[in-house]
């Protein structure tokens, strides 16, 4: 086009040689001449920035987009155009989007309110339970309320702990879950408008068929008020249970507060090299709870069985401490684990990451693990007070930190069978079977009596040690079911071998 216009400006300037009068002096043609040509370049320059302006930000120099402009707002409307239909014709940068899976179109039979109690773990594992129900009831699953009640005390909501919307959107192909009941729904429940009930524990999915959709159906709204244990380990469908691994492991994700400080803290550790997770179960409430006293003076003593006799939910009073831990069913203490971990060697320079509460005793009873590994740490100590300001009195909060770094170490070590033990196991066993030691508290403190009394060298305790551990390290085995008795058979969060990536490693343990 600008070839077209110099090619103009010359035709006219050769048309001016033509038409220029004979009468006129040689100086006056020559000063016509140049005038001509000017006007010509004149046009030629316009028309240049025009077509520039025209192509847009994409093409325009940067000069030039600060002009202003002397057109119409129509012209500027469709010059705008123009600039967007070559902007569309141009390729763009690709933005991936979170890709939503399609919701799942189906008739709703009612409501489901659930109200969990417990801590974290507990809690995490009774969300799966009662989205699986939800989706099995063909009902809509109302976000589940946390335990502000208990021992803990915690006043986190759901949202304060779980990103609420990877909650409802992941699970959209699956149930309908939402914030809270719609309008006309909630008049009906603030005027008492629905049923409140515990389901029976350990129960198979033909239990809320029967006896629960019949109750969702004749009162809209049903209110679940405990949730603990109440979906069987086994014998339910094979999707019920990929799908309770779903919401555990995909769906029930941390806030991003709890995410990147989780994160930072494991930075930090990997920075010095590999650590051990030591799920250290020895806070006050869990010895008063389970009446174990090894190793505490009488005073503690005694201060732990008021502690225990305050709290009416916990139903066990009289508790014989030294039978209890004889049949191994007390938490390891500090000074039995720090023999533990030195027996199967453990590098005395291995970062010790205490997941746990505040330890009973304190540095009393944490100098045997601490003189036998010197780089013990804890969130506190890695942290500074400003970051964890608002975690404080969040018991449930804290404990989501321990459980994202306990996943990611290079070992995790529990000293009791509580639910973040339980769920962590699983969760790793999840992520490709990490190395998880599963202690023998029995066997352990058996060999522990007999290694303090003399009995046994300290080459053969730790043989001994290893031999029993050996294939207790998180790898692939099959659940085992106990009919009549779920308490005691293997926990399905704990080893969800319905849903692991392989299911050709499985063992018969």
């Given amino acids: 086009m600008v070839c077209k216009a ?23 043609r020559s000063r016509l001449k140049w005038w ?16 520039l302006t025209a192509v847009g930000d994409s093409w325009a120099p940067r000069v030039l987009k600060g002009w202003p402009s002397c057109r119409t707002a129509r012209e500027a409307a469709a010059a705008a155009a123009v600039t967007t239909t070559t902007r569309l014709a141009m390729p763009e940068p690709v933005v991936e989007k979170a890709v939503l899976p399609p919701k799942r179109i189906y008739r709703n039979n009612g409501y489901l309110m659930v109200s969990c109690n417990g801590g974290l773990n507990q809690m995490r594992a009774a969300i799966c339970d009662m989205v699986a129900i939800a989706r099995y009831l063909n009902v809509t699953l109302i976000v589940p309320e946390l335990d502000k009640t208990s021992f803990w005390n915690d006043p986190s909501e759901f949202q304060d702990i779980f990103d609420v919307e990877q909650f409802i959107t992941s699970l959209r192909d699956e149930v309908r879950i939402l914030r809270e009941l719609p309008p006309r729904v909630k008049r009906r429940v603030d005027s008492g408008k629905f049923h409140s009930m515990p389901p029976i524990s350990w129960s198979n999915i033909s239990y809320y068929h029967k006896q629960i959709l019949p109750l969702i159906r004749k009162h809209k709204v049903l209110h679940l008020n405990r949730t603990d244990a109440r979906l069987a380990n086994n014998g339910l469908p094979l ?28 930075r930090m550790l990997r920075q010095n090299g590999p650590f051990l997770v030591l799920h250290l179960r020895y806070e006050m409430d869990m010895l008063a709870f389970s009446g174990c006293t090894e190793g505490c003076t009488p005073k503690e003593a005694e201060e732990l069985t008021r502690m225990r006799y305050a709290y009416p939910w916990w139903k066990e009073k009289v508790i014989n401490s030294f039978v209890k831990r004889k049949d191994g069913l007390c938490p390891l203490t500090p000074e039995e684990i720090a023999l533990v971990l030195r027996a199967l060697d453990i590098d005395r320079s291995m970062q010790i990451y205490i997941a746990a509460g505040e330890i009973y005793g304190g540095k009393r009873r944490m100098a045997s693990l601490t003189s036998a590994f010197p780089n013990v740490v804890r969130k506190e100590t890695l942290l500074a007070p400003s970051d964890l300001m608002f975690f404080q009195n969040h018991s449930s909060q804290m404990a989501a930190l321990d459980y994202l770094v306990s996943l990611e170490s290079d070992i995790f070590v529990p000293t009791y069978d509580g639910n973040m033990a339980k769920v962590v196991e699983g969760h790793r066993r999840y992520m490709g079977f990490k190395k998880t030691i599963l202690l023998d508290r029995k066997v352990i403190v058996e060999l522990v009596d007999q290694y303090k009394s003399g009995s046994l060298r300290w080459d053969e305790f730790s043989s001994l040690i290893k031999a029993v551990h050996a294939n207790r390290m998180g790898s692939a085995t099959t659940r085992t079911v106990i009919p009549d008795r779920p308490k005691e058979e293997d926990y399905f969060y704990a080893n969800p071998q319905e849903c692991l990536r392989d299911p050709n490693l499985l063992q018969t343990s």
């Fill in 36 to 51: 001509v040509l000017r006007a010509m370049l004149t046009v030629l320059l316009w028309t240049s920035v025009l077509q």
């Fill in 6 to 28: 110099a090619a103009a400006a010359a035709m006219g300037i050769k048309a001016a040689d033509k038409l220029r009068c004979p009468s006129v002096p040689a100086a006056a």
């Fill in 239 to 266: 999707e019920i249970q990929r799908l309770r691994c779903r919401v555990n492991y995909a769906a029930l994700k941390f806030t991003s507060q709890i995410e990147e400080l989780g994160s930072r803290v494991i």
